[in-house]
């Protein structure tokens, strides 16, 4: 089964920079051509950061950018802010009309 | 503005069913795809169901498949989830989402907007 791998947790102070990785396993999922991060403030909906690997949508800080090398994509986070705090999820394209999300990285601002 | 709300979620029993409905406003909802998304209590997000914006084509976790059915009345635009044979591995927030772009444009792959969710419980 595929699966898109994210670790659990990452941490980091105000002002420097994190990345949050998404490792895809077998299948359509190796490509991560259509991958998307969503941020997820504790009991709130969740929010698309960026799609289809490194696109931004308007509104959301430029701090904010991906990437992908392989069959890992990365969510880069810059100058992190107190607001940042959040849950994030990846979530790929897995073929045939269907999505995967990846298991979620909570990123905590000391 | 695009608004979704979620209704219909509640406690259930294992084995009964439950339909939850997500109401539209704000844009021409027969021109998007539409998707169910679920997070279980304390857990991350589960893409559950999908719906092409003309009804005609729809897919589903292999979690659900055979169980739950997605269904949309454009000209109501309300989006459905009916789910049958509920089981405890069930229970989670359900949130209903919209593709970004209308039709076959833009990304696959952008849920937006999303609506707040409804929460279903499968328990005896």
């Known amino acids: 089964q595929s699966v898109l791998t994210q670790p659990r947790s990452v941490s980091g102070s105000p002002g420097q920079s994190v990345t949050i990785s998404c490792t895809g396993t077998?299948?359509?999922?190796?490509?991560?051509?259509?991958v998307s991060w969503y941020q997820q403030h504790s009991g709130r909906a969740p929010k698309v950061m960026i799609f289809?690997?490194?696109k931004r949508p308007s509104g959301v800080p430029d701090r904010f950018s991906g990437s992908k090398f392989g069959n890992t994509a990365s969510l880069i986070i810059s100058g992190l802010q107190a607001e940042d705090e959040a849950e994030y999820y990846c979530?790929?394209?897995?073929?045939?009309?269907?999505?995967?999300f990846g298991g979620g990285t909570k990123l905590t601002v000391l | 503005q695009v608004q979704l709300v979620e209704s219909g979620g509640g406690a259930v029993q294992p084995g009964r069913s439950l339909r939850l409905s997500c109401a539209a406003s704000?844009?021409?909802?027969?021109?998007?795809?539409m998707y169910w998304v679920r997070q279980a209590p304390g857990k991350g997000l589960e893409w559950v169901a999908v719906?092409?914006?003309?009804?005609?084509?729809?897919?589903?976790a292999d979690s659900v498949k055979g169980r739950f059915t997605i269904s949309r009345d454009n000209s109501k635009n309300t989006l459905d989830l009916q789910m049958n044979s509920l089981r405890v591995e069930d229970t989670a927030l359900y949130f209903c989402?919209?593709?970004?772009?209308?039709f076959g444009s833009g990304s696959f792959n952008r849920f937006d907007p999303w609506g707040q969710g409804t929460l279903v419980i499968v328990s005896s």
């Open positions: 704000g844009f021409t909802f027969s021109q998007y795809v």
């Open positions: 289809d690997v490194n």
């Open positions: 077998s299948g359509p999922l190796g490509d991560l051509e259509s």
């Open positions: 719906i092409r914006y003309d009804g005609a084509r729809k897919q589903y």
């Open positions: 989402a919209r593709k970004r772009d209308a």
């Open positions: 979530c790929s394209y897995a073929g045939t009309y269907t999505w995967l």
